[in-house]
């Protein structure tokens, strides 16, 4: 029993370590992108040296494809709700706004080193994004289509929906700062989420609604 206790406590120690360099490079990649990122910072912001930090990611590269991953993995989970064809439209779509004001308020800058890497043509990750966004979305192109043949919402067009839910919801995490200059205060509160969520869904389930 030792060996594997202790290969846990091995285990446990590694991703907490790894947790720790993921986080502080969030902060570098969505602060300076990912040319400007220096792995020393990022070190210096996880309270490692670079050689400790290249124990665990060897390439900057490598560091930058691991918080990418995260960042879909976390947002592809939350896009789950929205292919549910058996489910009620307008529930289904308001769970959808909710789970995606809710990442961009819980992680503003993951979605802004996402952001940053798609405004720059995904050269580094566009690949993955093919991979794995691409199937979902249309899977969830393809239920649209379905309730729209049943009569249970509005002919729209189901793409462009999806577009403008993601810019709606996405522009509070990467476009926080303007928005807290335009309010006049230091960053979004909590309500301005609310209202978001409440003036967004408004909007999207009217487009769907049914005359």
Same mark, same amino acid.
Not at 147 to 150: L, M, S
Not at 170 to 175: K, L, P, R, T
Not at 206 to 211: F, G, M, P, S
């Given at each position: 029993?030792?060996?594997?206790?202790?290969?846990? #406590?091995? %285990?446990?120690?590694? $991703? #907490?370590?790894?947790?720790?360099?993921? &986080?502080?490079?969030v902060?570098?990649?969505?602060?300076?992108? !990912?040319?400007?990122a220096? *792995?020393?910072?990022i070190a210096?912001?996880?309270g490692?040296?670079?050689q400790?930090?290249?124990? !665990?990611?060897?390439?900057?590269?490598a560091?930058?494809? =691991?918080?990418?991953? $995260?960042v879909?993995? $976390?947002?592809?989970a939350?896009m789950e709700?929205?292919?549910?064809?058996?489910?009620?439209?307008?529930? *289904?779509? =308001?769970?959808?706004v909710? &789970?995606k004001?809710?990442?961009?308020?819980? +992680?503003?800058?993951?979605?802004?080193? !996402?952001?940053m890497? *798609? /405004?720059?043509? &995904?050269?580094?990750?566009?690949e993955? /994004?093919?991979?794995r966004?691409?199937p979902?979305?249309r899977r969830?192109?393809?239920?649209?289509e379905r309730? /729209?043949?049943?009569g249970r919402i509005?002919?729209?067009?189901?793409? %462009?929906?999806l577009?403008?839910?993601w810019?709606?919801t996405?522009?509070?995490?990467?476009?926080a700062? +303007?928005m807290?200059?335009?309010?006049? #205060?230091?960053?979004?509160? %909590?309500?301005?989420?609310?209202?978001?969520?409440?003036?967004?869904?408004?909007?999207?389930t #009217?487009?769907?609604?049914?005359?």
């Open positions: 029993m030792e060996p594997i206790e202790g290969g846990r #406590r091995r %285990h446990a120690g590694r $991703d #907490r370590v790894e947790a720790s360099i993921v &986080a502080a490079a902060r570098i990649f969505a602060e300076c992108g !990912y040319e400007g220096a *792995v020393a910072a210096e912001a996880a490692l040296s670079k400790n930090l290249m124990y !665990y990611f060897p390439t900057k590269q560091l930058y494809q =691991r918080v990418l991953d $995260d879909l993995d $976390d947002w592809l939350r709700s929205l292919a549910d064809p058996d489910g009620e439209p307008a529930d *289904v779509l =308001r769970a959808y909710k &789970a004001l809710r990442f961009s308020r819980e +992680q503003p800058g993951a979605s802004r080193v !996402y952001a890497e *798609v /405004i720059g043509g &995904a050269k580094l990750y566009g993955q /994004i093919r991979q966004v691409v979902l979305v969830d192109i393809d239920v649209f309730w /729209i043949a049943q509005a002919p729209v067009d189901a793409t %462009h929906l577009f403008s839910i810019a709606m996405q522009s509070y995490a990467d476009f700062a +303007q807290s200059l335009v309010l006049g #205060r230091g960053e979004l509160a %909590h309500e301005d989420f609310e209202r978001a969520e409440e003036l967004i869904t408004h909007m999207v #009217r487009a769907i609604a049914v005359a």
